[in-house]
């Protein structure tokens, strides 16, 4: 996968078994239904999803003592001190790590900006005080960092699990579309993606949102994206998904 060349890929978890998932109110940074692997060392524990995790590589090419694919288990927190285990762990743009100081070390804070970037050939990366719902307005995420599918084929709509990859899903992340962002006044820090069922992605709060090549910025509260992978006005939905029948469920 990226960023790791010939090095093995396998993130194996030895003997840490995941813990219970959470079925009601998810705790932050894990979502509702996700059982997390926690690697604990001396000050810090890191947590992983494995559901969660697209192999974007950002621990392992900044922290490879500690994050290294083809050891059991892959993640050895005592190799580093917590502050550059936390920091690294920040890094990690979807999610799938998390960290807990025991140490009275400072958490991760939560980003006053709230940031939308669409990855190359890849996911809708978000940044912030995030709140993520299901098909149903329940909720399913609150985290710092999100990666949304866009491809439509992942098993954890509206969370990508890298299916892209598999399919080889092509768009270059281009922002074109300057209306395809409002502002009606959305009040509270908090950005809120409301999938919409066999539709769109709906984001409402502040955000400021970025091509992949990060040339094209628009700032707004409010804008429907496509998760059909099949709109021709990407990264915003153009109804293609009623043409394609495509099914969130």
Do not use: Y
């Not at 509702?32 to 192999?55: E, L, M, N």
């Not at 299901?134 to 098993?155: K, N, W, Y």
């Not at 496509?226 to 009623?242: A, N, V």
């Amino acid at each position: 996968m990226s960023g790791e060349g010939a090095m093995s890929d396998a993130r194996d978890t030895g003997s840490v078994e995941p813990r219970p998932a959470a079925t009601d109110e998810p705790t932050r940074g894990v979502a509702r239904g996700d059982r997390v692997h926690a690697f604990a060392a001396p000050g810090i524990t890191v947590t992983w999803s494995r559901t969660r995790c697209i192999h974007a590589a950002d621990c392992v090419m900044n922290l490879p003592t500690v994050f290294e694919p083809g050891r059991r288990p892959w993640v050895d927190a005592s190799q580093a001190s917590a502050d550059a285990v936390a920091r690294v762990v920040a890094r990690c743009p979807t999610g799938a790590l998390h960290f807990e100081r025991q140490d009275g070390g400072a958490s991760e804070p939560v980003p006053t900006t709230n940031t939308v970037l669409f990855a190359r050939n890849g996911p809708v990366m978000l940044r912030g005080d995030i709140e993520v719902l299901d098909d149903t307005g329940a909720v399913l995420l609150r985290d710092t960092r999100v990666a949304l599918c866009r491809c439509g084929l992942s098993l954890k709509k509206p969370l990508c699990d890298d299916a892209h990859a598999e399919v080889g899903f092509r768009d270059p992340g281009m922002v074109t579309r300057e209306d395809g962002v409002s502002d009606p006044g959305a009040t509270g820090g908090t950005l809120r993606v409301i999938p919409h069922v066999d539709g769109p992605l709906e984001l409402w709060g502040p955000f400021a949102l970025s091509s992949a090549d990060k040339k094209t910025m628009l700032a707004g509260s409010s804008t429907s994206l496509c998760r059909c992978g099949k709109s021709q006005t990407k990264p915003f939905c153009d109804r293609s998904h009623e043409r394609v029948g495509f099914r969130s469920g």
